[in-house]
């Protein structure tokens, strides 16, 4: 085989946590109460393009997930394959030349030239301190000067072209499919829709996926020639990081609260519907780690995990492995200090619960505890967990730019929003201002997280027994 | 009432154990005596001898948590836990591993801490809550729909971004305040009205959708509904009688923060640097400085369970029919 | 209501700015009844640890310790090579040699015979104390404080509460005394496991002050004066003798470091009152000497400053310095008494971004340069000569630029089974990678060239340090064009197919190579240059995993021995090529021993002509010794790359007198400030800018127009109120 798969912690729990949201889909679509929601979320306009908006940087986060090795050529005849102990995802493969065309240093967006002066040696043998060419920004320009703007232009056309034919693609498949389902006209179809009279805010939907397969295709085509978004200091495509680090913020957004969630919910639902010295044992517990700052919890436990990682330096051979065991045990530890709020809150819905007609008739019709839990709590109480789910994503995608800040976040050789932050502090005393790092990492990560609200927002809305209707 | 008060303070023992025993093993799974001797001797010429030496010293040089050289309750008090964590519980906090004593800097240090803390506090209490009442007095208008997504898209920002936008504009470009520092007195001023100003703004989306919320379940309530139909105007209703009833939700979650102002900021502290409680946390992770690490968890969860208890009082107060026992 | 509000604001604001064009800067960080005096405004980066002058070594402490204590002797500030003159002795003493005998030997008998050398040292009378509290004595001529109890301890909290002080004169048994501490088990001098090598009697004078305490009670003072040191003795009331073992003619640098500064006996037993301890007042927070200045502030949180000590015994200007030092005016003073500076204020800064912006705002007199803001303030001429950008010129910016005594190199633990050891395979991967990790494109993007590639271990102004074509490191660079060159990558690539990986794999197995870099860094800075480290070996088709972890960790894999790469620095004690070689010194492993050879080096043949060399003064046979040696370096090669860095420093205008020495602590006493060009400066350079608020302000209040609007509407919709 030419490649070795290679299944990262973290890659499993991001599938597994896809595969369970799919069976929740299913699960939920068959029965009415859980479907009546997600009418009310669909009929949003702004929550339908806020979750375009998130399921594209899902998508993208999703096939930075697949990673593999690739397979070194045989020096020998006879030799057991060997494999690069480089690990890449399939973002990687797809963004190929954005990693690899690495300039020597700082360059500003789209520029032909480098950002700052370097000392060349000329053909005669002199030094000068010039700008120079970059390496492979606008490489294919004869005359930059002259060439740039049209050339430019140009690619920027003729990209946004690429991406008006896709997305018109697309909305005649989804234009199809609708028809056919309603039995309508396509005609018919199109005007209800553009008149915003669809049960489903259609209108919003696929307005916002044309414009970002629009989007898409203008930076596409912009970014095989140049660096969209500028470079780092090394030399590195910003825009390459901004779309690597979606992965990470991803992880840490929801893989911690996979990673929580069993806790918060046998705990929670346990102190309440136990009450008694279970009760008490579970409340001193999370009064305790609740009462010690978060920031001390977290900085220690990342310390610990150096330790481990150094005792046992062979067990990490890789960079991407490194970063990756770091990045679980981060998800790890923060869904240790976050699980509190939501344990706390599902003990008190139990308590109610528990004293509610039905559940008492159970009870006394000598049902097991463990049977009514199951049966008639946990159902009860799903509202409250997918609302904190929902809310807790963009906390936990902002905490990461602050933790790493700190210096207790993820890997520094992690490509992160919070690492891109964090260099770009020193960027923005620098004269003229390295601003791009900074701006790419606030526009990525605002729209991530923006999305994010707006979607959980509604979420809440339509959850939320108390808020419904309003 | 009073019973209720010692009962909880009681409680807080056993917890407070609980985290000292929580961060003294934290830290010293990864940090060995040696370590920390190492640490603070620095790089160069330092032998085994030296850090023995430190050890002694610094009360280091005892088994950790048990000590099966000494005699009956021995084992357990002639151990480093012990030692380091007893005097913790009369707010002995002993020197730092650099020789300084901790309580006299945490007294020095409370104070920028609560000059930035406080003032955001309570103008961003002012500010939220004069804008959420207005959005609600707004609601359902298209003024209420774009202030929410107004508050939801700065809400997204983190905060970083502020701090750095906002140091970048206002202290370099425009040269209006000093770029970090602190000052005595008055002339604190100078320094805090930036971070202030940042902590305002950065605050005001969550406060203002959250405190919006709380408006909106008052004014979906039965009384409201009362006093409207007795013909007194919107702006009465809201202020009158919103307002009074919302206080008891808004209060109980102010106070409960309260006692946690004095840790300050740790990343505005930092990035101003104001020599605060927040940012000497920052440094003691840094320089791994144990002893000012575990100081500062125990004051953190002194200070938390301090906020608990007041909000259960406060409870009492805003509303006479909640009673302790 | 909003709009009353805004207006207010508007109003109070366009006040605020007509009385901000008009008075003094609004960004000033420091009280106005400071403006135009004569102080120095500096900053420091990290709380210092110590100040006791026994037991602080890291550079940003001698900062403050260098210029409050007094060793007997100093460096000259302007000479070049280094130049070492009395500071309060009275002239440079001269070694006297002798044999396990103790008779005296002849300069010219060899070094194997020396078994002692004795230096006499002759202080000059009449120095005397800096005003303190220890010294204080009541009518009868007992000691004031000496014994507080705890009414008079309530009263105090900083050493400015005392309100009695009082000064005695500086003796020899002061530095006596000082040197004993050396030996105290309290103290903890880093020093002390060296010295006790050479000082006679120390490690004797160690056992017995550890008995000693054992038998007082904890925290009771021990008088160092009763407890004899064999190797050092009290001639006169001016005068002092050390013995140290064998020859060491490196011994008097160490005598101009704090460590060998006087202590007054009062003080250590003023500071040692428990009473004291608890409240922060300790010798190692509050310093007492002789020197021109005193600690005045002593906040380590913000602030720290240091005033002119007014029983200073007075020191002149020098008058003769280097060729090019007149017409630099640096000689413009020269017999002037010192200091010039009434107080120095070091603010804590802790980071580089507000250091920069508040140097370019004239808040600080001076500062160095990071490389991140390296291109608005150096611009690199043809010759690649620095210069500075006009814009730092305009406001009378100098810069002044040298090399640092200090070397960073990229090392091979050489107990490691891939890249150390002896082996030819694996010295020929070193060398590989040597040629492969260019330096030089790290100090241009890490560093802006501010500093250069390391051709052997020994930087320049060194001796042993070779200029030119003869010193440059042949197993890595070539001589092309009168510049060393780096060796292409090809020849690296066929170095590391000798060693048994071509192209990058191992080829016996066809395994990709792997190696390790252990490092500590963390923050941007770190990530970046882990990067770069990377691109650099994957040139050779070798992936570099980087193992960064924490400074404790770092050190523990150090210890034992465990890392592979890594990178090392070293900065000099003190100027003699014995105190950079000895890195490379096989009995100073770092792995089970902690000495300072992180790279656990050994070679015998590099060993003898270390012990040879140790010992030698100055002269071509020392050289020639010192060049084998750094052939047998390079040729083995366990320190892949390095270089040595400059300092890029700028001084404001107004600031007089600044000639890098990097030797020497005490420098302060010959920097002098014009205040009165640095308040105008100051005023021209920050003058508010106001209109981008004014739009703010405006922005915000037509976004309330909507609502005022909306408002209107909904009251016109509800019916009319009647008047009563």
Redesign the interface.
């Known amino acids: 085989m030419p490649i070795l798969p290679v299944v990262l912690w973290t890659d499993a729990l991001i599938f597994l946590l896809l595969g369970a949201a799919i069976a929740l889909g299913f699960y939920a679509a068959r029965r009415e109460p859980l479907r009546a929601p997600w009418r009310q979320i669909r009929k949003r306009p ?1 929550a339908m393009a806020a979750m375009v908006v998130l399921l594209a940087y899902i998508g993208i986060g999703l096939i930075d997930s697949v990673h593999f090795k690739r397979r ?1 050529p ?3 005849a006879g ?2 394959a ?1 494999y ?3 690990v890449v995802s399939l973002l990687d493969v797809v963004t190929d030349r954005l990693r690899k065309n ?1 300039e ?2 700082y360059s500003a967006p789209l520029a032909t030239h480098a950002y ?4 060349v040696e000329m053909p005669d ?5 010039i700008f120079p060419r970059l390496r492979y920004g606008g490489a294919h320009l004869a005359d930059p000067e002259k060439e740039w703007p049209q050339d430019l232009l140009f690619t920027a056309v003729q990209g946004g072209l690429l991406g008006l034919v896709a997305a018109l693609g697309l909305n005649a498949l989804f234009l199809f499919v609708l028809s056919r389902r309603r039995h309508t006209r396509g005609g018919t179809m199109v005007r209800e829709i553009l008149a915003g009279k669809t049960d489903t805010a259609w209108r919003a939907t696929l307005g916002t996926l044309s414009l970002l397969v629009i989007w898409a295709g203008l930076c596409a085509s912009l970014s095989f020639k140049y660096h969209l978004l500028g470079t ?3 030399g ?1 495509d910003v825009f390459y990081l901004s779309l690597k680090a979606i992965r990470t913020g991803l992880v840490i957004g929801t893989v911690t609260t996979l990673v929580m969630l069993p806790f918060a919910v046998l705990l929670g639902i346990a102190a309440g519907y136990f009450r008694g010295w279970v009760d008490d044992v579970i409340q ?1 517990v999370y ?7 978060g ?3 977290i ?3 990342v ?2 995990l ?2 481990y ?2 005792r046992n ?1 062979d067990a ?4 991407t492995q ?1 970063a990756d065991v770091r990045l679980l045990f981060l998800c790890i530890i923060l869904g240790v200090t976050g699980w509190i709020g939501l344990c706390r809150l599902l003990r008190g819905e139990t308590l109610k619960l528990r004293e509610m007609d039905y559940v008492q008739a159970a009870t006394a019709l000598g049902v097991g505890s463990w049977r009514i839990i199951i049966r008639h709590i946990l159902p009860n109480v799903m509202h409250i967990v997918l609302i904190s789910v929902v809310l807790d994503f ?1 906390g936990l995608v ?1 905490a990461e ?2 933790l790493s ?4 976040g993820v ?3 992690m490509i992160s ?1 919070g ?1 891109m ?12 201002v390295v601003w791009w790092s ?1 701006v790419s990492a ?1 526009v990525f ?2 729209g991530l ?2 999305s ?3 979607f959980s ?1 509604t979420v809440r809305d339509a959850l939320d027994p ?2 419904r209707g ?1 | 009432m009073i019973g209720y008060l010692i009962r909880r303070i009681l409680y807080a023992v056993p917890i407070l154990i609980g985290v000292n025993l929580l961060t003294f093993v934290l830290f010293f799974v990864v940090n060995t005596p040696d370590n920390m001797a190492r640490m603070h001797l620095g790089m160069k010429r330092v032998n085994q001898e030296a850090i023995d030496k430190w050890k002694a010293e610094h009360g280091y040089d005892r088994p950790l948590l048990f000590n099966p050289a000494a005699e009956g309750s021995g084992k357990f008090t002639k151990t480093i836990f012990f030692d380091k964590s007893v005097k913790l519980f009369v707010f002995d906090f002993g020197p730092a591993d650099d020789g300084r004593e901790i309580g006299v800097d945490i007294q020095q240090r409370m104070w920028p801490s609560l000059a930035i803390a406080i003032p955001a506090l309570v103008v961003g209490l002012l500010i939220n809550i004069t804008a959420a009442m207005l959005v609600a007095f707004f609601r359902a208008t298209y003024i209420d729909f774009w202030g929410v997504i107004l508050a939801v898209a700065m809400m997204s920002i983190s905060s970083l971004f502020y701090i750095i936008g906002g140091q970048f504009v206002f202290s370099k470009m425009l040269r209006l305040v000093p770029i970090s520092g602190y000052g005595d007195g008055l002339s604190a001023l100078k320094f805090v009205i930036l971070p202030v100003l940042i902590g305002l703004v950065a605050g005001i989306g969550g406060g203002l959708r959250w405190y919006r919320t709380i408006f909106l379940e008052e004014i979906g309530k039965e009384y409201v509904r009362t006093a409207r139909a007795k013909g007194l105007s919107e702006l009465r209703v809201l202020f009158g009688h919103v307002l009074r009833n919302a206080l008891i939700p808004i209060l109980t979650g102010v106070v409960v923060v309260i006692p946690l102002l004095f840790l300050g900021s740790l990343l505005t502290e930092s990035f101003f640097g104001i020599p605060g409680l927040g940012s000497y946390t920052i440094d003691a992770i840094n320089s791994q400085d144990f002893a000012i690490v575990r100081a500062m968890v125990f004051l953190g969860s002194v200070l938390y369970i301090i906020g608990l208890i007041l909000t259960d009082i406060s409870y009492t107060l805003v509303d006479p029919r909640v009673r302790l026992s | 209501m909003n709009l009353l509000f805004t207006n207010k604001l508007v109003a109070a604001l366009l006040l605020l700015s007509l009385a901000g064009c008009a008075g003094p800067p609004l960004n000033n960080p420091y009280p106005r009844r400071e403006e135009g005096k004569n102080i120095l405004y500096s900053f420091f980066e990290q709380r210092p640890k110590h100040l006791d002058p026994a037991q602080s070594y890291s550079s940003n402490e001698v900062t403050f310790t260098g210029q409050i204590y007094e060793p007997p002797f100093q460096y000259h500030f302007l000479k070049r090579p280094y130049t070492l003159i009395p500071l309060t002795a009275v002239e440079m003493p001269t070694p006297i040699y002798l044999n396990a005998k103790g008779e005296r030997l002849k300069e010219t008998d060899p070094a194997e015979q020396v078994a002692f050398s004795l230096y006499e040292i002759k202080i000059q009378p009449g120095i005397r104390y800096q005003p303190h509290p220890a010294f204080a004595q009541d009518a009868q001529g007992r000691y004031r404080y000496h014994a507080l109890g705890p009414k008079e301890l309530d009263q105090i909290s900083a050493l400015g509460d005392f309100k009695q002080t009082g000064s005695r004169e500086l003796t020899a048994e002061d530095y006596v005394y000082q040197i004993k501490r050396l030996a105290h088990p309290k103290t903890q001098s880093p020093i002390y496991g060296f010295m006790s090598d050479y000082i006679v009697g120390l490690k004797e004078l160690a056992a017995a002050l550890q008995q000693a305490q054992q038998k007082i009670e904890p925290g009771a003072f021990l008088d160092l004066r009763e407890y004899p040191l064999s190797g050092v003795e009290i001639v006169d009331r001016y005068t002092y003798r050390i013995k140290i073992a064998g020859k060491y003619p490196q011994f008097i640098y160490w005598l101009a470091m704090p460590f060998f500064a006087p202590i007054p006996h009062e003080a250590d037993r003023f500071y040692s009152q428990p009473g004291l301890i608890e409240k922060n007042i300790t010798l190692d927070w509050y310093p007492v000497g002789t020197g021109p200045y005193m600690l005045a502030i002593n906040n380590p949180n913000r602030q720290m400053v240091l005033e002119r000590n007014p029983n200073f015994h007075g020191e002149r200007y020098p008058s003769e310095g280097e060729p090019g030092d007149q017409q630099a005016g640096l000689l413009a003073d020269a017999g002037r008494p010192l200091p010039f500076i009434d107080k120095v204020i070091f603010s804590l800064e802790k980071e580089g971004v507000p250091i920069w912006n508040k140097f370019l705002q004239g808040y600080y007199d001076s500062a160095g340069i990071a490389s991140d803001n390296f291109d608005q303030a150096v611009r690199i001429g043809g010759q690649g000569n620095a210069d500075l950008t006009e814009e730092m010129k305009e406001k009378g910016i100098r810069l002044v630029t040298s090399v640092e005594t200090s070397t960073f190199y990229l090392g091979f633990n050489m107990l490691d089974p891939v890249v150390g050891g002896a082996s030819e395979s694996a010295r020929k991967l070193r060398q590989a990678i040597g040629i492969a990790v260019d330096e030089e494109e790290s100090i241009a993007i890490f560093r802006n060239g501010r500093g250069i590639a390391m051709q052997s271990p020994i930087p320049p102004g060194i001796f042993g340090y070779t200029e030119g074509e003869a010193g440059i490191n042949r197993y890595v660079y070539d001589w092309v064009n009168g510049r060393p060159q780096r060796k292409p990558i090809e020849a690296a690539r066929r170095l590391l197919a000798e060693a048994g990986y071509p192209n990058g794999r191992d080829a016996k197995t066809g395994q990709p190579l792997v190696l390790n870099f252990d490092t500590t860094g963390t923050g941007p800075e770190a990530k970046s240059s882990f990067d770069w480290m990377r691109k650099q070996f994957e040139k050779l088709n070798i992936q570099l995993v980087i193992r960064n972890t924490d400074y404790n960790r770092f050190q523990d894999k150090m210890l034992k021995g465990t890392g592979q790469i890594f990178q090392w620095g070293w900065n000099a004690d003190y100027p003699d090529p014995e105190n950079f070689l000895f890195l490379l010194y096989g009995p100073n492993v770092k792995a089970g021993k902690n000495g300072e050879n992180a790279t656990n080096y050994k070679n015998p043949a590099f060993d003898r002509l270390f012990e040879k060399m140790k010992n030698m003064e100055n002269t071509p046979e020392r050289k020639a010794i010192i060049d084998q040696m750094l052939e047998i370096v390079r040729h083995d090669a366990p320190w892949a790359s390095g270089f040595h860095p400059k300092q890029f420093s700028l001084f404001h205008a107004w600031y007089q007198k600044a000639k890098p020495n990097l030797m020497a602590n005490n420098t302060l006493k010959y920097a002098k400030i014009d205040p009165a060009l640095r308040a105008r400066l100051r005023q021209a350079w920050n003058k508010p800018v106001w209109w981008p608020v004014a739009i703010l302000l405006a922005v915000l209040v037509v976004g309330t127009l909507p609502a005022v609007a909306t408002y209107r509407r909904k009251e016109r919709g509800t019916p009319p109120r009647r008047s009563p």
């Open positions: 702004v070194l045989a020096t020998e030799q057991t060997q690069s102990p480089e690495v020597r240093t700052a002066k370097e000392t043998g002199t030094q000068a301190r780092d200091k090394v590195q001193y009064t305790t780690l609740s009462s010690v700052p920031v001390l919890l900085a220690a436990a310390l610990i150096q330790v990682m150094d330096a990490f051979t890789s960079v490194r963009s902002l730019a602050v800040y700190v210096g207790i890997d520094p050789a929003w690492n932050i964090n260099s770009a502090r020193m960027e923005m005393a620098r004269e003229p900074l606030f990560m605002f997280v923006l994010a609200n707006l927002d108390r808020l309003r």
